[in-house]
């Protein structure tokens, strides 16, 4: 029987092989889409997982109150070593901090340091306890003693390598910040892609006092170091929880102990919290995403099977005259559909082999801790097996049961009584309501790009408040004093560079940590907070902001009393106008200081924000940034020449320069991200949707022929023929439209209260909408219902 039904089977899908395939290729592609999407979220959500004992690992992070609460992602530097001595349920606790701004150097044996390394991220303090905690595998060295001592380092394979080459990295030397000097004690394994805890290199915690002083490690107050935490079997994480507040009252006066909130998270959690790459929320949305686009693989599958049906219905009445049982029928209906289910989904695999270089090349440059290696073989993980088989399971009982129903509850009386079918056609709803819904999800699409691109170039081209054409930051070293008056000099003679100031930040920037400030003679902080930058007296004219009120800050200002506020500011401290703030006080970063200017307002950062309350300090010795303004006709030479003039005063420095442009093109890097994303989606959508509708077509064209002969026969006119054969699509369209519209536009205007500065979904944005999925179904449906209009009717007519 099986042998037979193949055979039938074969013999079927080959006849009509055509619309077998468009059927294939829609469902291949809808299954490509939840292919990727289920393996990129899969990667996302493996994010350090492997861990040993992960169910009683913690992560311990600081709320800190006031204005708004502020997460972050750290906690106070001695709060590991207290839980690790103090509390007995604690099994191990170590503390981490990340490289910023330190560069790395080794001996070229001749008594210099060559190859200069700027690490930013791959590199940090920790202790002995963090290899045990997190399941380090060791390659040589003693794990238990080798971050015992000050001055020592731990280095990856990797690392070593780039360090040393081949030679042997253990007890070699390796310079930090070009003034400490620290031995390799050890090798490990290169950390796993899957993790945001990828360091290379590990320099020991006992390091930091050498480097900042003896008290370095005992401040309560800083946020410095991250802390992870592992319970001992057994422990309810609630002791934890309970323990954290009376750890802050007990080191933290009573003030400053209610700004800060210690929180327990689970090491889990790493990649979907505080500074995670990937929340859950946005993941949860991908994968409702990547169902949506499956469903409609099927839908468009369902349709055309659908369309079949009444293709084959004298086929189903001889077999059930000649015995053929309904379960038979749909047996045998189930199989075709498998078959072209099982073939929809290699073509699937296929496809997304194909796609994820492409796939692993943008995750990659979109975000520095990503580094995917996604590959096919990846859906051989337990998890993904599961999902797979599910999924295949799930396309053929949705794709095939329906058709197989229709097919087999024909009656064989009226199925043997005549050819045409066109009267069943009226009582298919349920195909009638899957392109309805075909029609809804392209449209939902459409009008998500729509808005999504919109809002994005709306956010490109919102005016900063400053110049920032033409400007270069360089970066300065964080941690050993530059010659900033040399660098200025020299930087000024330079055919191309107009001006050089130098400061914390450019005016936006994503370091924006609120500071609390009291204001004139107050005793206690303001009910809100401002953010700093560090200036010098050329800031201003760089980039060119305006003074409303008062005067610039002074170079000869040596001691940083001399502070600007803008706008925002002033009219938060309800102070009646920028002159009448002129000559006050603030109390700020543990100084008093002087208000002697008003800038106008501009952006600080995050666009999702509106303007904040800015305070600019006069502290130019401090800064971490030198900000040169060149000409707008500056030539490369000119960038060269900045170069070399850094490789002559810093020669034990890595230079590292960047535009401002595109620092702040990096506000809207993850809106590009989404709005790529998106742009792909709809192109899915939108092309299954079109395969649907020209299967459907196809098909209508045939059941009606006869008709459409007689109406040429009778006189009718072309498109009068076009309007029988595209009527249906156009109201169903119209259908799709009336819920797409109001549903897309309610949870996309929810999208954009997320953003200070948005569009609104209006009705040219609508109409735009229902514009492009008239013109896409037009010309889809277009091309076959010309051809059927055109041909002979004499073609159609003779048979009879």
């Avoid at 050993?480 to 191309?496: D, F, K, M, N, V």
């Avoid at 809100?528 to 007296?537: G, K, P, Q, S, Y």
């Avoid at 196809?698 to 595209?726: C, N, P």
Wanted: net charge positive; proline share 5%; charged share 15%.
């Amino acid at each position: 029987m099986i042998i037979h039904y193949l055979t039938v089977a074969r013999r079927h899908l080959w006849q009509h092989w055509h619309v077998n395939l468009i059927s294939l290729l829609g469902l291949s592609v809808g299954l490509t889409s939840g292919l990727v999407i289920f393996l990129v979220v899969n990667y996302l959500f493996s994010f350090d997982r492997y861990h040993p004992h992960l169910e009683r690992t913690y992560w311990l992070v600081t709320d800190i109150k006031g204005e708004r609460t502020m997460p972050t992602d750290a906690a106070p530097r001695p709060l590991a070593e207290v839980l690790r001595r103090d509390y007995a349920f604690v099994e191990n606790a170590v503390r981490l901090e990340t490289f910023f701004g330190r560069t790395l150097s080794v001996s070229n044996g001749k008594g210099g340091w060559i190859k200069k390394f700027a690490e930013a991220r791959n590199v940090c303090f920790t202790e002995p306890q963090y290899f045990d905690l997190f399941g380090v595998e060791w390659v040589s060295g003693n794990r238990k003693t080798a971050l015992a001592a000050p001055n020592t380092i731990v280095l990856s394979e990797r690392y070593a390598r780039k360090f040393f080459d081949s030679a042997s990295a253990i007890g070699r030397t390796i310079r930090l910040d070009n003034r400490t000097d620290l031995t390799v004690m050890g090798i490990v394994k290169d950390p796993p892609t899957n993790t945001q805890l990828r360091y290379d290199a590990f320099v020991s915690y006992s390091t930091i006092p050498v480097l900042e002083g003896p008290t370095a490690l005992a401040d309560w107050k800083g946020l410095q170091a991250m802390c992870f935490v592992r319970l001992r079997e057994g422990t309810d994480p609630i002791r934890l929880h309970q323990s954290l507040p009376l750890i802050r009252r007990k080191n933290l006066p009573a003030k400053e102990a209610q700004h800060f909130d210690y929180q327990v998270l689970p090491l889990a959690e790493l990649n979907h919290e505080r500074s995670g790459m990937a929340p859950r929320p946005v993941l949860y949305a991908l994968l409702g995403v990547g169902v949506l686009l499956v469903l409609a693989g099927c839908i468009n599958f369902i349709n055309l099977a659908t369309a079949r049906a009444l293709r084959r219905v004298r086929e189903v009445g001889v077999r059930k005259v000649m015995g053929s049982t309904q379960g038979q029928l749909i047996g045998q209906f189930m199989l075709e559909t498998a078959l072209l289910v099982i073939g929809a989904m290699l073509v699937a695999l296929l496809f997304t082999q194909l796609c994820l270089p492409f796939i692993n090349r943008t995750l990659a440059a979109s975000a520095d801790m990503l580094r995917p290696n996604l590959s096919i073989l990846d859906v051989t993980q337990p998890r993904a097996v599961g999902w797979f088989l599910g999924l295949l399971s799930g396309v053929v009982l949705l794709s095939g049961l329906y058709p197989a129903f229709v097919l087999a509850r024909f009656n064989p009386a009226n199925a043997l009584a005549s050819q045409s079918t066109t009267r069943l056609a009226g009582k298919l709803t349920v195909r009638q309501g899957l392109i309805w819904g075909q029609f809804v999800l392209m449209q939902f699409f459409i009008l998500s790009v729509l808005v999504i691109t919109s809002q994005l170039r709306h956010m490109q081209q919102v005016t900063w408040g400053f110049q920032s054409a033409s400007t270069v930051a360089v970066f300065l070293p964080q941690h050993s004093p530059a010659p900033l008056s040399t660098l200025r000099e020299q930087w000024g003679q330079i055919p191309g560079v107009e001006q050089v100031a130098f400061g914390s930040d450019p005016p936006a920037s994503p370091y924006n940590r609120p500071s609390p400030f009291s204001y004139h003679s107050a005793t206690e902080p303001e009910p809100f907070e401002t953010r700093v930058r560090a200036i010098d007296a050329h800031y201003l004219s760089v980039f060119d902001l305006s003074l409303v009120a008062g005067r610039n800050v002074r170079s000869t200002d040596t001691t940083g009393r001399d502070v600007l506020v803008n706008e925002t500011m002033v009219r938060q401290l309800g102070v009646s106008s920028p002159a009448a703030i002129i000559g006050k006080s603030i109390r700020v970063k543990d100084a008093e200081r002087v208000i002697v200017g008003v800038v106008r307002d501009f952006r600080s950062g995050d666009l999702h924000q509106p303007i904040l309350p800015i305070t600019l300090i006069n502290d130019g010795p401090h800064s971490r940034v030198a900000m040169l303004r060149l000409t707008p006709t500056h030539s490369d030479q000119t960038r060269r020449a900045i170069q070399q003039v850094w490789d002559q005063v810093l020669p034990d420095q890595v230079y590292h320069a960047e535009t401002v442009t595109d620092l702040l093109e990096s506000f809207t890097e993850l809106e590009r991200l989404l709005a790529a994303f998106v742009q792909a989606f709809a192109l899915v959508a939108i092309g299954l949707s079109c395969l649907g509708l020209y299967g459907l077509v196809t098909f209508l064209t045939e059941t009606k022929a006869k008709e459409i002969g007689v109406r040429r026969v009778l006189g009718a006119r072309t498109g009068q023929l076009l309007w029988l054969l595209g009527q249906e699509f156009g109201k169903l369209l119209g259908l799709g439209f009336l819920v797409a519209a109001p549903v897309g536009a309610w949870l996309l205007s929810n999208w954009l209260q997320q953003y200070t500065y948005r569009i609104s979904v209006n009705g040219w944005l609508l109409a735009g909408t229902l514009l492009l999925t008239s013109l896409i179904t037009g010309l889809t449906v277009s091309r076959q219902a010309l051809k059927g209009a055109w041909a002979n009717p004499i073609r159609y007519l003779k048979s009879d």
